[in-house]
């Protein structure tokens, strides 16, 4: 069955280092979406990537960056892990050929930064 | 004014009842709306979409979406408590693949 992981699912950093958070897809979507949750506000978009060396700037981008080498991966990464970074994290995928542009869910990854 | 708004709960619903979850939303270039549910430490799941004035059933799940008022709703008869979760309100973002998201409402169903 397609699915879209992530890995970790749980890590522990310290402050100032470079962390990165994997998503992989076998749904073959071109677009994907990453996203971080924190109570009281909701779903806030980072970055996202409508296909292959394309991506863009969420809402949140600041102090992250993603590439896009595959249509499976979309890698997350946070330069200089700050606290404010501290955070769950999902990536999720949609399928552009879809009308309604449903959106998919990994299972998220807990980021703690002290 | 946030552009997707739900309140925020908890709701309190006895097992068996009717729980009501509203949503409004300011982009009236909006097409797709959708309702996911969110059980504590666990991603979204989709579990209603809707595209069109009226309403939408799917089991014990119905979506009503009227479009003039820009309000969304989602009715879970006969309430159980594995229904107990926060329920995300989605609506696509005018012409491109994004959605914005509400913060979410809280359910209890009490046994």
């Known amino acids: 069955d397609a699915e879209i992981t992530q890995s970790p699912r749980h890590k522990i950093t310290e402050t100032g280092r470079q962390v990165t958070l994997a998503c992989h897809q076998t749904?073959?979507?071109?677009?994907m979406f990453w996203y971080r949750q924190d109570l009281g506000h909701g779903l806030r978009l980072i970055h996202y990537?409508?296909?292959?060396?394309?991506?863009n700037k969420g809402e949140v981008s600041d102090g992250y960056s993603v590439s896009r080498s595959n249509t499976e991966d979309l890698p997350l990464t946070l330069e200089s892990a700050a606290s404010s970074q501290t955070s769950v994290y999902f990536c999720?995928?949609?399928?552009?050929?879809?009308?309604?542009?449903?959106?998919?869910f990994g299972p998220g990854t807990r980021l703690t930064v002290l | 004014q946030k552009e997707v708004e739900q309140n925020s709960g908890p709701l309190s619903v006895p097992e068996g009842a009717i729980a009501s979850l509203n949503c409004t939303y300011s982009?009236?270039?909006?097409?797709?709306f959708f309702w996911y549910r969110q059980y504590s430490g666990k991603s979204p799941e989709l579990i209603m979409s809707?595209?069109s004035n009226g309403d939408k059933e799917d089991g014990r799940f119905t979506a009503q979406l009227n479009k003039a008022s820009q309000y969304v709703s989602l009715l879970i008869r006969d309430s159980q408590p594995s229904d107990s979760a926060t329920y995300l309100c989605?609506?696509?973002?005018?012409?491109?693949?994004?959605?914005?998201w509400g913060a979410g409402t809280k359910l209890i169903i009490k046994p």
């Open positions: 999720a995928s949609s399928d552009p050929r879809d009308t309604y542009n449903e959106q998919f």
């Open positions: 990537s409508y296909g292959v060396q394309d991506t």
């Open positions: 982009d009236r270039g909006s097409q797709s």
């Open positions: 809707i595209y």
């Open positions: 989605a609506v696509d973002r005018d012409s491109n693949y994004q959605l914005i």
């Open positions: 749904w073959n979507h071109n677009n």
